[in-house]
């Protein structure tokens, strides 16, 4: 069965760092582009990152850009996200998700073109 599970999320003081990883079973890992979503209490699920199939092209939140870098391993099947300068308001549940190649009708940006999800992992900023 498809299976992704993040890992890494924890507590971290405003301006530290803190890298997730998501590691993919059970699917062709490099037939997919790899998103990083977040979701907070009381707030709709937001776009956080992107990676394309071979990490060729990337795409970020406004709110992360340059703060933010996603990558992937596809040797390992692992995507991974590099939080930096972290700010309160990063905090949320982090979600990885697969989107399958070659889709054209729903953007990338978009939680409903992904296929699988995997359980989120937690990342709390103090301030």
């Known amino acids: 069965q498809e299976q992704l599970v993040e890992s890494g999320g924890g507590l971290v003081q405003a301006g530290g760092s803190l890298r997730l990883t998501c590691a993919a079973s059970g699917l062709s890992f490099s037939a997919y582009s790899m998103g990083w979503f977040r979701r907070s209490p009381g707030m709709e699920r937001e776009f956080v990152a992107v990676v394309n199939w071979d990490g060729d092209t990337t795409d970020y939140a406004d709110s992360v850009k340059g703060r933010f870098t996603i990558s992937r391993d596809n040797a390992k099947n692992t995507v991974f996200l590099q939080m930096d300068s972290l700010r309160p308001e990063d905090t949320a549940m982090y979600y990885c998700?697969?989107?399958?190649?070659?889709?054209?009708?729903?953007?990338?940006?978009?939680?409903?073109?992904?296929?699988?999800w995997g359980q989120g992992t937690q990342v709390t900023v103090s301030s």
């Open positions: 998700a697969a989107r399958r190649r070659f889709k054209i009708n729903i953007s990338w940006f978009e939680g409903e073109s992904y296929d699988y």
